[in-house]
């Protein structure tokens, strides 16, 4: 069968499902490309939502992937503000949540994202409770944090994780209140570890966040519709005129599950099953982005990655796989932020528990450094901040296996270069 004839289907309209559709185009697939995405905006980008566009620093237009007229200049045949609610793997084609339309595909991507997870305490359905995955939230987000700064309001952001901590320091550039509720003892503790974890918490206690950590959110309290307080488990009782809920993201897999793909189970972070070509259990069924669970051949266990470089690399390779080009998937999990005048960049995996030492390249009081974290000398993850230009060398670090001396991974007069076999 050649490529004209030949039908392929993305689900999902974020980042990895327009890049996968730009790549099949570029890479010349010239059968129908569909691309179903169930907002009605237009494919876009997720990070400026907690840092530039919230803050004002970015244009709406700016987060876009493409240009809107780019769909059609390219034959991508694009179904906004529409859902897939089954798929028929036997007969290959999806079904339209909305009106029942089949749709037959030849090669089926899943890019079905991550949803926000919800707090489940009395409260939540206040007009002052917020989530931030979506354009729209943003936009609604940013009015909140102009009001709160103007009228010297208070936010109280459930969760120290990456979003929590983003929005946080937005509302503070706003001029909002601000409190922190984590229930572990220090910002992004599962993912940086203590250590790295307090430079965090001091730097946003410097411009003025309140953290209570160990204690959990109870209840919202609210008259009229309104957010009055946030109730936290140790009794305390925290002003509050809006609420973020940033407690992570859980991978839409409804879809891939009713279909009877392979699933991982929890303790991998769940997600879709996918090998080294991103194809789940169903040759003719692919998946990519924050859904999907893979097995990474440096680490030794299975990944469930949901940042934006995932998104941006996983896609193109989906589709060149979709197109039986050789495809091995192994890039190593990478992210950043920027809050305040801090900006740094992560690359690796190094889970709490999963390291024994950390070493500090550079000063860490005066937040110009980069992390190393290890285990039996060798090199897992390293974070830069406030260093840049870095981290192709770090993660040539990480990718070489070596026993690293500590000393000269510590000393900054030490190319980072020469510490690679």
């Not at 609420?243 to 699933?263: H, K, Y």
């Not at 390249?361 to 090199?379: M, N």
Request: charged content about 25%; overall charge negative.
């Amino acid at each position: 069968m050649v490529d004209a004839d030949q039908t392929f289907v993305i689900v999902g309209g974020g980042l990895a499902g327009a890049k996968a559709a730009e790549t099949l185009r570029a890479e010349g697939f010239t059968g129908r490309v569909i691309l179903i995405c169930d907002e009605r905006d237009h494919p876009y980008e997720r990070p400026p939502l907690s840092k530039g566009y919230l803050l004002g620093k970015e244009e709406r237009d700016s987060v876009f992937v493409h240009e809107p007229a780019w769909y059609a200049r390219n034959d991508v045949e694009l179904h906004l503000g529409q859902t897939v609610d089954a798929i028929d793997r036997g007969a290959r084609t999806v079904r339209f949540g909305d009106d029942g339309t089949l749709v037959h595909y030849d090669k089926l991507l899943l890019a079905t994202g991550a949803e926000p997870r919800r707090l489940d305490i009395p409260g939540t359905d206040l007009a002052g409770v917020h989530h931030l995955r979506r354009l729209a939230h943003a936009e609604r987000l940013k009015g909140v944090l102009t009001s709160l700064g103007r009228d010297n309001g208070h936010l109280v952001v459930a969760g120290a994780g990456w979003i929590g901590l983003e929005v946080a320091a937005a509302a503070r550039e706003y001029g909002a209140e601000v409190t922190v509720v984590e229930h572990g003892p220090t910002p992004l503790h599962t993912v940086l570890g203590p250590e790295l974890g307090n430079v965090f918490a001091e730097l946003h206690r410097e411009h003025g966040v309140r953290f209570r950590f160990g204690v959990r959110l109870t209840e919202i309290v609210g008259q009229d519709g309104m957010v009055l307080a946030a109730r936290t488990d140790d009794g305390e009782e925290h002003p509050a005129h809006d609420v973020l809920a940033a407690i992570g993201a859980a991978p839409r897999i409804g879809l891939a599950e009713a279909a009877g793909l392979e699933i991982a189970d929890l303790a991998q972070g769940g997600g879709v099953v996918v090998d080294e070509q991103l194809r789940t259990s169903d040759p003719d069924i692919y998946a990519t982005g924050d859904i999907v669970s893979l097995h990474h051949p440096l680490f030794g266990t299975r990944l469930r990655v949901e940042h934006w470089a995932n998104a941006l690399n996983g896609g193109p390779a989906a589709a060149r796989a979709m197109l039986g080009r050789e495809v091995t998937y192994d890039r190593l999990p990478y992210f950043f932020s920027d809050q305040y005048d801090l900006g740094m960049e992560y690359s690796g995996w190094a889970p709490a528990g999963s390291y024994d030492e950390v070493v500090i390249r550079g000063d860490a009081g005066k937040r110009t450094f980069i992390a190393f974290w290890l285990k039996e000398g060798r090199v897992l993850a390293g974070m830069n901040v406030n260093v840049w230009d870095v981290t192709e060398r770090i993660q040539d670090l990480i990718r070489s296996r070596s026993v690293v001396d500590q000393d000269a991974l510590a000393d900054p007069g030490v190319p980072l270069e020469s510490l690679v076999p």
